[in-house]
T-cell receptor
Framework: GAVVSQHPSWVICKSGTSVKIECRSL??????MFWYRQFPKQSLMLMAT?????????EQGVEKDKFLINHASLTLSTLTVTSAHPEDSSFYIC????????????FGNGTRLTVT | LAKTTQPISMDSYEGQEVNITCSHN???????ITWYQQFPSQGPRFIIQ???TKVTNEVASLFIPADRKSSTLSLPRVSLSDTAVYYC??????????????FGKGTHLIIQP
């Protein structure tokens, strides 16, 4: 149980275009989901917290107008990278925690974004 | 959120038991300790979670001393496929809300034949 599905697994886009990444909790509800970014040989960095039905909370230094997050249901959060640039190329990973006490975070398999 | 410190890397051999220790000196009363495994180009995979003493599941054991300022992940009889980065995370899990967990640098475990 506790499966998080992330789509697409990889995407290549041209500079200036926008890319949407989906994160779904398949067998549980998650009021809160999280988006991370990981550069090669580095640890995961928390970008933002996605709250169902309300605005996302962004970590310091993360541009909210560039990384648009929508959490329209208890099982789906989306991250849209707007006006992508080559420096946005990275590995994006979402996670979710079942809405019950002391459940651990479960992660998607990540999306490799390459901006050319 | 409690900061964690782990060894950057460890080496071992197939069939050995591997213990990875994590320090979290400022762990809070409500914090749980969770360990994840990550392979290249994949999301982290949950291994085990505990609050105190010892927890065991089908893949690992987690040892937590009484003061909870450290924890040790124990992997029995490792194989080559256990080569990965292991992260120790500490945080409070609330049923209603949640905090994004902060990842430390992790431990790169390399298993040799």
């Amino acid at each position: 149980g506790a499966v998080v599905s992330q789509h697409p697994s990889w995407v290549i886009c041209k500079s200036g275009t926008s890319v949407k990444i989906e994160c779904r909790s398949l067998d549980f509800q998650a009021t809160t989901m999280f988006w991370y970014r990981q550069f090669p040989k580095q640890s995961l960095m928390l970008m933002a917290t996605s709250n169902e039905g309300s605005k996302a909370t962004y970590e310091q230094g993360v541009e909210k107008d560039k990384f648009l997050i929508n959490h329209a249901s208890l099982t789906l959060s989306t991250l849209t990278v707007t006006s992508a640039h080559p420096e946005d190329s990275s590995f994006y990973i979402c996670s979710a925690r079942p809405d019950r006490e002391n459940s651990p975070l479960h992660f998607g398999n990540g999306t490799r974004l390459t901006v050319t | 959120l409690a900061k964690t410190t782990q060894p950057i890397s460890m080496d071992s051999y197939e069939g050995q038991e591997v213990n990875i220790t994590c320090s979290h000196n400022n762990i809070a009363t409500n914090d749980y300790i969770t360990w994840y495994q990550q392979f290249p180009s994949q999301g982290p995979r949950f291994i085990i979670q505990g609050y105190k003493t010892k927890v065991t599941n089908e893949v690992a054991s987690l040892f937590i001393p009484a003061d909870r300022k450290s924890s040790t992940l124990s992997l029995p009889r490792v194989s080559l496929s256990d080569t990965a980065v292991y992260y120790c995370l500490v945080g409070f899990h609330s049923g209603g809300g949640a905090d994004g967990l902060t990842f430390g640098k992790g431990t790169h475990l390399i298993i040799q034949p």
